[in-house]
């Protein structure tokens, strides 16, 4: 089984519907954090949390709110999702080790019509 | 200015060759560095990383760093057709709790 799971993988909503996405992981790691992904922008953070009760701001957080319902659960929503939330979606984890690598999962394609 | 950059690309290499994919990145604070690897409609698999001046070599991989000049660079020896795909490359930033990307470079490995 995949150490880190999304879902759904792929979701097509219409403007101001609520949209959740969720994240597991089975890798044990304390930290995880959500990334879009848009085309010629790269990958950019959205919020991260490095355990339950510590939730925080990515770059880009306006329009998006996590939960963190346990260690190996977070959850992004989109409240009222628009169509420039249209992307590829992903959850990463990462440990407390000195290096702070990140390891992804399999992401979401979400479309906002 | 980005904090992390990298050239787009494509970069066309025949198979066989020497792939080089470079980065820069601005914040001198930043300790290590990370490789991924991604394919396309695919997730970014890590592929080394680097935290110390100098070389450090992984199969046909040879990640560089260079803190005097804030580059790092990724070498694929022997390039297949298989490592076609975009390399990212990031930077532990933030005081060490967050990792910066930048776009990417698309390599395309051509028979």
């Known amino acids: 089984d995949a150490d880190v799971t999304q879902t759904p993988r792929n979701r097509i909503t219409k403007t101001g519907k609520r949209i959740m996405l969720e994240c597991s992981q089975t890798k044990g790691h304390d930290r995880m954090y959500w990334y879009r992904q848009d085309p010629g922008l790269g990958l950019r953070l959205i919020y991260y949390s490095f355990d339950v009760k510590d939730i925080n701001k990515g770059e880009i957080s306006d329009g998006y709110s996590v939960s963190r319902q346990a260690q190996a659960k977070f959850s992004l929503s989109l409240e009222s999702a628009i169509p420039n939330q249209t992307a590829l979606y992903f959850c990463?984890?990462?440990?407390?080790?000195?290096?702070?690598?990140?390891?992804f999962g399999p992401g979401t394609r979400l479309t906002v019509l | 200015q980005k904090e992390v950059e990298q050239n787009s690309g494509p970069l066309s290499v025949p198979e066989g060759a020497i792939a080089s994919l470079n980065c820069t990145y601005s914040?001198?604070?930043?300790?290590?560095f990370f490789w991924y690897r991604q394919y396309s409609g695919k997730s970014p698999e890590l592929i080394m990383f680097i935290y110390s001046n100098g070389d450090k070599e992984d199969g046909r991989f040879t990640a560089q760093l260079n803190k005097a000049s804030q580059y790092v660079s990724l070498l694929i020896r022997d390039s297949q057709p298989s490592d076609s795909a975009t390399y990212l490359c990031?930077?532990?930033?933030?005081?060490?709790?967050?990792?910066?990307f930048g776009t990417g470079t698309q390599l395309k490995v051509e028979l």
């Open positions: 990031a930077a532990r930033t933030g005081g060490g709790n967050k990792l910066t």
């Open positions: 914040d001198r604070g930043s300790q290590s």
């Open positions: 990463a984890t990462g440990g407390t080790g000195t290096y702070n690598e990140q390891f």
